[in-house]
């Protein structure tokens, strides 16, 4: 069967899925994040880098770990690390023109809060495209690729995971969707993520792609 014909919710990340990897918004957001750390556990920004890393690896998130370890408010680090100068992403018109034609419920699943979404949106020209936002904030401030918050997804908007397909461009967030029986593809951005494995992953991976637009192109014309 062909995917425009089986799957009837499309889940996608943002963050290097709906715009390109290579934007700059993700140097800026690790910029932030350290300095977040060295000011506020009053360490250097060289051993502050090393922490941001090591929870990230750990935890999923660095926050994850920040609020694990040290009690961090998450409200507080999310809105001082998204301060971020947005006028570098840009919206990709063909990725646009196939997102509008697939037929289904469209639904965000981000590691980050629902203003970076918003605002990212809005440089992206898809603001209000989107059915359903399912942010850090909703998951509890559990991130992927925790199993959790995908089962709490799958409940919350009622999706059957037989015939929903997720996006992402890293491979172990996946691992936990295709566990639950979503349809996965992963999007490979063509850089090494420190956190991924994507070995390990590769069994779980229904689709891989490095252009997202040409993808869902031949999603739309039944190619795949």
Same mark, same amino acid.
């Given at each position: 069967?062909?995917?425009?014909?089986? =799957? *009837? /919710?499309?889940?996608?990340?943002?963050?290097?899925?709906?715009?390109?990897?290579?934007?700059?918004?993700? !140097?800026?957001?690790?910029?932030?994040?350290?300095?977040?750390?060295?000011?506020?556990?009053?360490?250097?920004? /060289?051993?502050?880098?090393?922490? !941001?890393?090591?929870? $990230?690896?750990?935890?999923?998130? /660095?926050?994850?770990?920040?609020?694990?370890?040290?009690?961090?408010?998450?409200?507080?680090?999310?809105?001082?690390?998204?301060?971020?100068?947005?006028?570098?992403?840009?919206?990709?018109?063909?990725?646009? !023109?196939?997102?509008?034609?697939?037929?289904?419920?469209?639904?965000?699943? /981000?590691?980050?809060?629902? #203003?970076?979404?918003?605002?990212?949106?809005?440089?992206?020209?898809?603001?209000?495209f989107f059915d359903e936002i399912f942010d =850090?904030?909703?998951? *509890? $401030?559990?991130? #992927?690729?925790?199993? &959790?918050?995908?089962? !709490?997804?799958?409940?919350?908007?009622?999706? *059957?995971?037989?015939?929903?397909?997720?996006?992402?461009?890293?491979?172990?967030?996946?691992?936990?969707? &295709? #566990?639950?029986?979503?349809?996965?593809?992963?999007?490979?951005?063509? $850089?090494?993520?420190?956190?991924?494995?994507?070995?390990?992953?590769?069994? $779980?991976?229904?689709?891989?792609?490095?252009?997202?637009?040409?993808?869902?192109?031949?999603?739309?014309?039944?190619?795949?």
């Amino acid at each position: 069967m062909k995917l425009r014909e089986k =799957i *009837n /919710t499309w889940i996608f990340d943002l963050d290097n899925t709906l715009y390109s990897a290579d934007s700059g918004i993700f !140097q800026q957001v690790h910029k932030l994040m350290g300095e977040f750390i060295s000011n506020n556990l009053n360490m250097d920004m /060289t051993e502050a880098k090393k922490l !941001q890393t090591k929870y $990230y690896k750990q935890h999923g998130t /660095t926050l994850r770990g920040l609020m694990d370890n040290h009690g961090i408010d998450p409200d507080h680090f999310l809105d001082e690390v998204h301060r971020l100068d947005y006028s570098i992403v840009d919206s990709n018109k063909m990725l646009n !023109q196939e997102l509008q034609k697939l037929e289904g419920r469209k639904i965000i699943y /981000t590691n980050a809060n629902k #203003k970076h979404v918003i605002d990212v949106l809005d440089r992206i020209d898809l603001t209000d495209f989107f059915d359903e936002i399912f942010d =850090i904030k909703m998951a *509890n $401030y559990i991130p #992927k690729p925790e199993l &959790k918050p995908y089962e !709490q997804i799958i409940d919350l908007f009622n999706i *059957n995971p037989g015939t929903s397909a997720m996006f992402d461009d890293i491979a172990k967030n996946l691992v936990p969707a &295709k #566990k639950v029986n979503f349809t996965s593809v992963w999007i490979d951005a063509g $850089y090494e993520n420190f956190s991924d494995d994507v070995e390990a992953s590769k069994e $779980y991976l229904d689709f891989q792609t490095r252009d997202l637009s040409l993808f869902l192109k031949d999603v739309n014309e039944g190619k795949l």
